[in-house]
């Protein structure tokens, strides 16, 4: 029989571990770290951080965020400790019974455990490159920066070294493990990465609170102080345990998944941020691979001195790239004579494809660029779905004890669409020219409306 009732707080590894220092976080409040987290905040892997913006150029939209991944990766470790203690508190014993399963941390489960948490939200965002995600599928070579920061985490040459020496030696390697997850994760550890990349993960409460705070908007708050206090652990078939939420606060889960689909609508997917994004991987696919082809000169590029070079080189108009360069610096965007709503399907992605066709053919002389903006809001299970393939059944616990999976208990959820997607069409068309602007638009629409879509 496996124990289940509250438990202590663990102790920390070393004096060192103990979170002595503090930072203010305009989020936050006062985010505090130890010693040795302080050599990794200040090793200059995670240092240029503090020169990356969190949202590439949407000041260009919403001026004030200007913020950076260096405040989110602390607020993410700020979160993910938060809600690990909460489960210790209240969960220990069954979550210490858990994690001694896995080798290294069977000595001190709780204690290693809490710091592989904070380091994997501390870190897992070490590895973007200048403008964050705005240009990774060029920089990256088709990918993400989710396997340049496992290199830079677990590889000795980088902070794999400075890990192990910190903590105790194989450290970076188990970190990795937590930060890539799937088959080379043990299964234990699953807990611990959906504290910090899951279905209500700290990177996502940070984000969407601190963008909010930034841009100046309010569609990203919500009560994750609340959703913290609700967590709780559900033994699955098979004994694996899984993060659960009690269901007194099924509400503020809600409002974090409604929260990530406004963000998605009105900020990360803004027309006009979506038209930079556009440039930026232009500028940097004509400019070469050769520009990011070694860790060092994706380590060494951010976006200030991405910025300063941009400048330049669109003062001097040089190579292919300096018009995206120019376009950047002039703020001369593209404008949009199309788009769909909010909720695309298969039909309206070929209705304005078919339109693009029209628009190039009635209007030679412009230049058109068509874009899909598309991005998973929720895995969640639903009463309706007829097969659970890669979806969540995230367990919600009654106050009898009694689970059930959340999807089966929320209305709410039920109307918010999974996936945010929406079709464009940006015309290259000069700020004065407004006649032309609004005959594009009004022929846009009629061509559309005869092909059956509905704007």
């Not at 990918?143 to 070294?161: A, I, M, P």
């Not at 709410?412 to 996936?419: D, G, K, Q, V, W």
């Amino acid at each position: 029989m496996k124990a289940t009732s509250s438990f202590r707080q663990p102790e920390y590894l070393t004096n060192n571990d103990v979170p002595h220092h503090r930072i203010r976080c305009p989020v936050h409040g006062f985010i505090r770290y130890s010693e040795n987290e302080r050599k990794i905040i200040d090793h200059w892997i995670f240092r240029r951080l503090r020169h990356i913006r969190q949202l590439a150029l949407t000041d260009l939209v919403y001026p004030g965020a200007t913020h950076t991944r260096f405040e989110h990766c602390l607020g993410v470790m700020e979160l993910a400790s938060r809600a690990f203690d909460q489960l210790a508190a209240t969960r220990g014993a069954l979550l210490e019974w858990n994690l001694k399963k896995v080798a290294e941390l069977n000595q001190e489960p709780l204690a290693i455990a809490r710091q592989l948490v904070r380091l994997a939200g501390l870190l897992h965002d070490v590895g973007h490159a200048c403008f964050s995600h705005a240009a990774e599928t060029v920089i990256h070579e088709g990918g993400g920066h989710e396997s340049f920061t496992f290199k830079l985490v677990e590889e000795k040459e980088f902070l794999g070294n400075e890990l192990d020496k910190a903590y105790f030696a194989g450290f970076s390697g188990l970190l990795g493990k937590l930060l890539r997850g799937g088959a080379v994760m043990p299964p234990q550890l699953k807990v611990l990465k959906d504290l910090v990349s899951g279905e209500m993960d700290a990177d996502r409460s940070d984000y969407l609170q601190r963008d909010s705070h930034h841009c100046g908007v309010e569609y990203g708050r919500f009560d994750h102080r609340r959703m913290v206090q609700c967590l709780d652990l559900h033994e699955a078939d098979g004994g694996a345990l899984e993060i659960a939420l009690h269901r007194d606060g099924i509400h503020t889960f809600e409002a974090l998944i409604l929260a990530r689909y406004q963000m998605n609508t009105q900020v990360y997917y803004h027309r006009i941020r979506r038209i930079y994004d556009y440039y930026l991987c232009q500028y940097f696919a004509e400019k070469g691979r050769e520009a990011f082809d070694s860790a060092d000169k994706i380590l060494n590029q951010t976006d200030i001195q991405a910025m300063a070079t941009i400048l330049q080189e669109a003062e001097k108009g040089q190579g292919g790239h300096g018009k995206w360069a120019a376009r950047i610096r002039d703020r001369n965007h593209h404008r949009v004579v199309h788009e769909t709503g909010e909720d695309a399907n298969a039909m309206d992605l070929k209705h304005s494809g078919k339109l693009l066709e029209k628009l190039r053919e009635n209007f030679p002389e412009v230049d058109f660029i068509p874009d899909v903006a598309s991005q998973s809001i929720h895995r969640l299970l639903l009463p309706e779905d007829t097969e659970a393939t890669g979806l969540v059944a995230l367990p919600l616990i009654e106050s009898s004890g009694e689970s059930h999976y959340l999807g089966s208990r929320s209305h709410i959820l039920r109307r918010i669409p999974r996936r945010f997607q929406v079709a464009r069409i940006f015309s290259d068309i000069a700020r004065d020219n407004a006649e032309l602007l609004r005959t594009i638009r009004s022929f846009a629409l009629d061509e559309y409306r005869k092909l059956g879509g509905q704007s």
